[in-house]
């Protein structure tokens, strides 16, 4: 059946649009009193083997949650085989994590 959307696309994509027009001029929606989080400041590293993602944690001095914030490309908790990967952490944490 041509041009037939299930109803949960139906419902979903015009709020998916809205959400996204209000995402990008929040003032003209009535967001005009938003605080944004600072943005992290971030070096990049190559890591070209899987390594336990608690063990970079523990390493860089940050928690998991953190780390995984900073690295949302990394659905399982350690990093990929055999595959280079630009993995961030936090710049104030760069010689604990160079060194570990």
Avoid: W
């Avoid at 003209?28 to 083997?49: A, L, R, S």
């Avoid at 690295?71 to 630009?86: G, I, R, V």
């Amino acid at each position: 059946m041509r041009g037939f959307l299930p109803r949960e696309t139906r419902n979903y994509v015009p709020q998916y649009i809205a959400a996204t027009l209000i995402a990008s001029k929040p003032e003209e929606y009535g967001f005009d009193n938003i605080i944004y989080d600072k943005q992290y400041d971030y070096t990049v590293h190559e890591i070209n083997e899987a390594i336990d993602l608690k063990v970079l944690a523990r390493c860089a001095g940050v928690s998991l949650d953190i780390l995984r914030d900073m690295n949302p490309s990394l659905l399982q908790y350690s990093t990929p085989p055999a595959k280079s990967l630009p993995f961030q952490i936090k710049s104030s944490y760069k010689n604990i994590f160079g060194i570990c």
